[in-house]
């Protein structure tokens, strides 16, 4: 043990060394974190029917997560059967209100509609997670509210182990679920639909999952029940990648799978050098690489939750892995920010391991970002880990370009002037005159040294990401950074929906000290 400590010991300063000289980050990658509403994981930290308490909860956490240098919130708006938003076809969660079906004490509130706006207001992507088939976290059915499905749609129902699921076999069951998720894309402004890893459950010892009779009835046509039951989940993630590509088809479909798609020792040639105790194929029949090779989801975020090195399923062996089989979808890779200083294995108490991660996941050509698991365990900072993962974020990043779903760039916007404001740069600009009728979702303000523009592509380049949705005629942006005697050129483009950049604008050049404008 003593060993094992002055090795992490030294390869955590050989890395703090390292890093302060690292490479500019890329100038687009994914940020996210999960934020759990179960249980009262993340949010709201325990329920609570005054939409004060719940604005400011999130506000703060919102906040905080700008600090970081995030740009994408994972939130849960179904945790069980239930909901965070109004909605006909659920009642409200009892992790919101403290009790189901008990609505906000004002009855004007949305708290989901107020989530979007305060999360794009801060210039961040909204991802609503929803758990498809959980209905229950436990076995208490007095407590559940009539309009929740156990009461409503009691033969829809089957009981695992201590919780009730909506039966995945169930063709009724699939289309109800479409249209709950397409009933949140059409009335909310998400940008992204997302499942996370929990299709059939994870297994219970000594329990059959009940599902003989549904097959003896609707598997007749397979070999097998393990290859029904993923044709079962299979149908379900097609028909609600449809529902969403039907209803707006700019909004992203992403799943978070469980980490180990399937062990080698079952599948040669497919399954990574692993020795996992379930995986998602085998145990949960989730076939994600069928999703991704055929198109059904924009994003595949597989949660990488063991560390560097973990012998069973080795962090950076997944990660390579991951990167052979992401069939051209964004590969976000999920982070267990919550195993740090939590874990028994000895790895998880180095404050380096976190910031090892995501320099590998900035040397993988595939990798397109990161999502932390979750909220909580960043908030809390065990050993430093939101202030690792800020020092990676301390310069902005755009969001990358789902695959399939670029839409045509906007027209450069029109850069009006460059002013002094107490011998600072006042930039004025306002959308192409093409596009007034449909402005830009946000726009990036780009400076350089000297007078002539440099690489578009390097992140040290951009100054600030206007919020999403702003609807003034005219934007500005103050630069309070600039040093005396120096000559700075600035230009600004515009980004549409699916994050495509526009050309830039005709730049503008300054000298700080005598303050002259020219034109490019």
């Known amino acids: 043990m003593k060993n094992y400590t002055l090795l992490a010991t030294l390869l955590w300063l050989f890395f703090s060394v390292q890093t302060m000289a690292q490479p500019v980050p890329p100038k687009r990658e994914f940020r996210g974190v999960w934020v759990a509403t179960v249980a009262n994981i993340d949010y709201p930290k325990a329920p609570d029917q005054r939409s004060v308490a719940l604005k400011e909860q999130w506000i703060q956490l919102v906040e905080m997560y700008k600090n970081m240098g995030l740009n994408a919130v994972i939130v849960q708006v179904r945790p069980a059967g239930d909901a965070i938003y109004p909605t006909e076809m659920a009642p409200w969660s009892k992790y919101l209100t403290g009790r189901q079906g008990l609505p906000p004490a004002d009855t004007t509130f949305d708290p989901l509609a107020f989530m979007i706006e305060e999360a794009h207001r801060n210039g961040m992507e909204f991802h609503a997670w929803f758990n498809p088939y959980r209905a229950t976290m436990d076995l208490d059915t007095l407590s559940l509210s009539s309009m929740h499905l156990f009461n409503k749609r009691r033969d829809w129902m089957l009981r695992y182990g201590n919780r009730f699921l909506l039966n995945p076999a169930l063709p009724e069951v699939r289309e109800h679920i479409a249209q709950v998720v397409g009933e949140v894309v059409q009335k909310y402004d998400v940008d992204a639909v997302h499942f996370d890893d929990y299709f059939y459950p994870?297994?219970?010892?000594?329990?059959?999952?009940?599902?003989?009779?549904?097959?003896?009835?609707?598997?007749?046509?397979?070999?097998?029940?393990?290859?029904?039951?993923?044709?079962?989940?299979?149908?379900?993630?097609?028909?609600?990648?449809?529902?969403?590509?039907?209803?707006?088809?700019?909004?992203?479909?992403?799943?978070?799978?469980?980490?180990?798609?399937?062990?080698?020792?079952?599948?040669?040639?497919?399954?990574?050098?692993?020795?996992?105790?379930?995986?998602?194929?085998?145990?949960?029949?989730?076939?994600?690489?069928?999703?991704?090779?055929?198109?059904?989801?924009?994003?595949?975020?597989?949660?990488?939750?063991?560390?560097?090195?973990?012998?069973?399923?080795?962090?950076?062996?997944l990660l390579k892995w991951w990167e052979r089989n992401a069939y051209g979808r964004l590969l976000h890779i999920g982070h267990g920010a919550y195993k740090v200083a939590n874990n028994q294995e000895v790895a998880w108490y180095d404050p380096a391991e976190m910031s090892r991660q995501i320099d590998l996941n900035r040397r993988n050509l595939t990798a397109s970002g990161s999502i932390y698991f979750s909220s909580k365990s960043l908030v809390n900072n065990p050993l430093g880990v939101r202030d690792s993962i800020s020092h990676y974020y301390a310069r902005p990043s755009l969001l990358p370009i789902p695959p399939d779903k670029a839409q045509k760039a906007f027209e450069a916007p029109q850069l009006l002037q460059v002013k002094s404001k107490n011998i600072q740069p006042l930039l004025r600009w306002r959308p192409n005159r093409l596009d007034r009728k449909n402005p830009p979702l946000y726009y990036v303000v780009y400076r350089f040294e000297g007078n002539t523009f440099g690489d578009f592509e390097n992140a040290r380049y951009i100054m600030t990401i206007t919020p999403r949705g702003l609807t003034q005629k005219t934007f500005e942006f103050h630069d309070a950074t600039v040093l005396p005697d120096k000559t700075y050129t600035y230009t600004v483009t515009a980004f549409n929906r699916t994050h495509v950049e526009s050309k830039a604008a005709p730049g503008r050049t300054v000298y700080i000290g005598q303050f002259k404008v020219q034109r490019k």
């Open 202 to 317: 994870y297994k219970v010892a000594e329990e059959v999952f009940p599902d003989s009779l549904e097959y003896l009835v609707l598997g007749k046509s397979f070999a097998n029940i393990d290859d029904w039951r993923r044709s079962n989940v299979d149908a379900l993630v097609q028909l609600v990648s449809e529902k969403i590509r039907d209803t707006k088809p700019h909004v992203q479909f992403g799943i978070s799978p469980f980490g180990v798609w399937r062990n080698r020792d079952k599948d040669p040639v497919m399954g990574s050098d692993t020795r996992a105790g379930l995986t998602s194929y085998d145990d949960l029949y989730a076939d994600v690489l069928k999703w991704s090779r055929l198109g059904w989801i924009d994003y595949v975020a597989p949660q990488l939750y063991w560390h560097i090195g973990f012998t069973p399923a080795d962090h950076y062996t």
